[in-house]
């Protein structure tokens, strides 16, 4: 009898346990999932993504600073304005290192030409050196005096131009067209003188 009680009697303590309820504590176990990690870490934001808008107004900045280079660099200047004597010096001064030969004179003398008629108000049509001489006889403006000498030294020219050989002594063009034209300058600024001294009429 007691060993029967003894083999009833730890049944009784401990609570039947049942097959669900051993179920139910694996599949609560296993909803506990351990706390997820990404596989690799966060994405930090790019180089440009941190300065898209400094990279942008540093940009604009320099293509507009080399827009403007380009442009003043590149754009035409403004014509510089000389008067006929200075723009006769000009070129007399560029012919002044070159040797004398024909096409010197030709260009000395037409550098002569253009400032006298500027200044004495002749056509700008091209003309003789007998037509020009014939010309600036009849201009009070310039005198008998300053037609002989103008007349003399393009003759000259002439001669010295279609001459069949060089003549042995230079004929200093250049420097005599920069007297020819101070010549014609002092006689200009005493026309100018007379006509402001003249009475002026009612």
């Keep these: 009898m007691l060993q029967v009680l003894g083999a009833v009697f730890p049944i009784l303590l401990f ?6 309820a051993d179920t139910n504590t694996n599949s609560a176990a296993l909803d506990e999932l351990p706390p997820l ?7 930090q934001p790019t180089y440009w993504e941190r300065n898209a808008v400094w990279i942008i107004g540093a940009s604009f900045i320099f293509v507009t600073g080399v ?12 014509e510089e304005v000389l008067t006929p004597q ?23 003398s037409q550098v002569l030409r253009r400032y ?4 004495f108000g002749l056509p700008s049509i091209e003309l ?10 009849g201009l009070e403006a310039v005198g008998s005096e300053l037609t002989g000498v103008m007349s003399d030294f393009l003759r000259r020219c002439d001669q010295r131009k279609f001459a069949p ?14 007297k020819l034209i101070e010549r014609a300058e002092e006689r200009r600024a005493q026309c100018l003188a007379k006509e402001a001294a003249s009475p002026q009429g009612p």
């Design 15 to 20: 609570p039947i346990v049942s097959p669900a």
């Design 37 to 43: 990690h990404p596989p690799r870490p966060e994405i």
């Design 67 to 78: 827009g403007a280079l380009v442009w003043r660099l590149t754009r035409p200047k403004p």
């Design 86 to 108: 200075e723009r006769a010096r000009r070129e007399l001064g560029l012919l002044r290192q070159l040797p004398e030969d024909g096409v010197v004179l030709s260009r000395v």
């Design 116 to 119: 006298y008629g500027e200044v």
């Design 128 to 137: 003789t050196t007998a037509e020009f001489c014939g010309a600036i006889s």
């Design 165 to 178: 050989a060089p003549p042995p002594s230079p004929f200093e063009a250049v420097e005599q067209a920069f």
